[in-house]
């Protein structure tokens, strides 16, 4: 039997004036799912993020965990847990004041489970998030995210300002304490990089419409880094890569094998690899551009 989808959307749209900020946007997340938006500046994600959480009405037909977010924003936003970057913790409050915060602000908040986590810390109830390091802050962060029993968790670009071993360890714990079969998380981010390996379901977005929209196991059947020697590289261009990037002594072509001309000619012409998320979004958004 097929799941039932967390968030199902036919057509939206949303204008500004006569500025289109999405346009014909489909999208189908089911349950279990961690679903990657993934775009430059202007793209259109902030937009959608927002039509998502009926924070505004757009066109189209847009269900989030079955509800009309503008019409039944109440009943939606008991379900679902909306985090931005830890930044935006108020910096004048107490370690004891934020949990009380986020409890007043969401019925599905269980203090419990945020102590069993903050347990783990080294974190003082008494210590203001001001006088933290960022790494305590993200343990703080962490913790008021798992403590909430939310079906879908939206993270709009959630380790900005972290350095790198601050962003994996908050995707690590939220993969190992919170993430399972019957929750599903949306994220955007601009570190492609380091959510490759935690995404289920990818989405990229340009100018309000998407470019790309697949799940990783598809990604990695349709898409094929292929590394060619000079000799070859005329040859392996006249194929029709939507990307390319140079490497010491070789060049990097990146292949759609649904639009290549001849995919069968690419294992005479060089070696293949599995493309990275980024090399691949740098590709689509070079190739939506043209």
Known sequence: MTATPVIEARGLGKRFGHKSALADIDLSVGPGRILGLIGPNGAGKTTL????????RGDGELRVLGHDPMGERGALMREVCFISD??????WLRVREAIELVAGLHPKFSRERCQHFLARSALEPKTRIRDLSKGMTVQLHLALIMAI?????????????LDLLFRRAFYENLLGDYFDADRTILVTTHQVEEIEHVLTDVVFLRDGRKVLDTDMDTLGQRFVELRVAPDDLAAARALQPIGERRLLGSHALIFDLETTTEPAALDRLG?????ALADLFTACMSEAKA
């Open 49 to 56: 993020l927002n039509l998502l959480l009926g924070l505004m």
């Open 86 to 91: 830890v930044a935006t913790l108020p910096r």
């Open 149 to 161: 029993d939310a079906r879908l968790l939206v993270l709009d670009e959630p380790t900005l300002g």
């Open 271 to 275: 070696e293949r690899h599995s493309p």
